[in-house]
């Protein structure tokens, strides 16, 4: 008997191939060479925008801005929800809800609700800070975001370009940590692995604020994809101290779920990027 041949099938292959390749989802996005930030844009145009974070600060040619106010935070701590280990960060989630924990004032016209808090962190002390101060790129940045609550949701305020405010917090090592970074470093041992999740009651961010309230604010993005070109940034100028040990706990998360091989989570931070036309501000105090 002969074997029959079926030389259409393996002829449209290719063609069967090539719409299956279609309708994937985009692929995930990350900090390595084969997903990381100098291939976001491949995926997310919107990562080669003109106002795109994070960038370099150079005090010498931040502009003194007489209108802007300081700026206050009234946190419910009963509005902290949980703390996830994402296989990017570890973000702590609020419910949102309502007018429940809020930030207004410096640079703002009005209300944003608080949503989310997240890390960036490095492989080493020397570098983990997305933005960078006069040439000093620090040990860490702890990312607090708030979205404007005149717009119906949070998926609505990403798409305006006063949607979002993100306070960010500069980590510096030192030899005497904040304590109040413990609250958060104490859960880590219950989301060691992607997609770990643990409740996260009653905390409320602002004990991680540092005792001077000064900052620097311009307009740019969110530092991860899609890089929308909605917020405001408020970037604190004192930076918290944590220690060695503390950065170390951090590193200790895997960027992979529990079935899989450990991978240390670190140096999840974006490089910088071109301030272009953009002008920094802080207030004249």
């Known amino acids: 008997m002969i074997a029959v041949q079926h030389p ?16 994937q989802p985009p692929p995930p996005w990350g900090y390595s060479k084969e997903n ?6 491949e995926t997310y145009p919107l990562a080669k925008g003109n106002n795109q974070s ?25 509005a902290s929800k ?4 994402t296989g990017k960060t570890c973000r702590i989630a609020f419910d949102d809800t309502f007018d429940r924990s809020v930030l207004r004032g410096g640079p703002l016209q009005g209300i944003y609700r608080l949503r989310q808090l997240h890390i960036h962190w490095g492989s080493t002390d020397d570098k ?4 960078v101060v006069d040439a000093t790129r620090y040990a860490g940045e702890i990312h607090v975001v708030h979205w404007y609550s005149k717009y119906s949701n949070y998926a609505d305020a990403v798409r305006k370009p006063d ?3 993100i306070l960010a917090i500069l980590l510096q090592i030192g030899k005497t940590p904040k304590p109040e970074m413990k609250r958060i470093l104490e859960e880590i041992h219950n989301i060691k692995t992607k997609g770990k ?48 040990d503390q950065m170390e706990m951090l590193r200790s998360l895997s960027s992979k779920s529990a079935d899989e091989p450990h991978c240390p989570l670190a140096d999840n931070w974006r490089p910088l990027q071109p301030l272009n036309n953009r002008m920094v501000r802080t207030p004249c105090q």
């Not at 990381?36 to 844009?41: A, L």
Request: overall charge negative; some cysteine; aromatic content about 12%.
């Open 36 to 41: 990381g930030p100098d291939r976001w844009h």
């Open 163 to 165: 949607g979002v405010v």
């Open 8 to 23: 259409a099938p393996a002829a449209a292959a290719p063609a069967e191939q090539s719409q299956t390749m279609t309708q």
């Open 197 to 244: 999740e643990a409740p996260f009651p009653n905390f409320d961010p602002s004990i991680l604020f540092p005792k001077n309230r000064s900052y620097w604010t311009y307009q740019g993005s969110f530092t991860t994809p899609p890089c929308e070109e909605c917020v405001t940034w408020i970037l604190l100028k004192e930076p918290i101290i944590v220690s060695e």
């Open 54 to 78: 994070p960038i370099a600060i150079l005090t010498k040619d931040v502009f003194k801005d007489p209108v802007l106010l300081p700026w206050f935070t009234g946190y419910d701590p009963g």
């Open 128 to 131: 983990g800070s997305e933005h």
């Open 82 to 85: 949980t703390i996830k280990n």
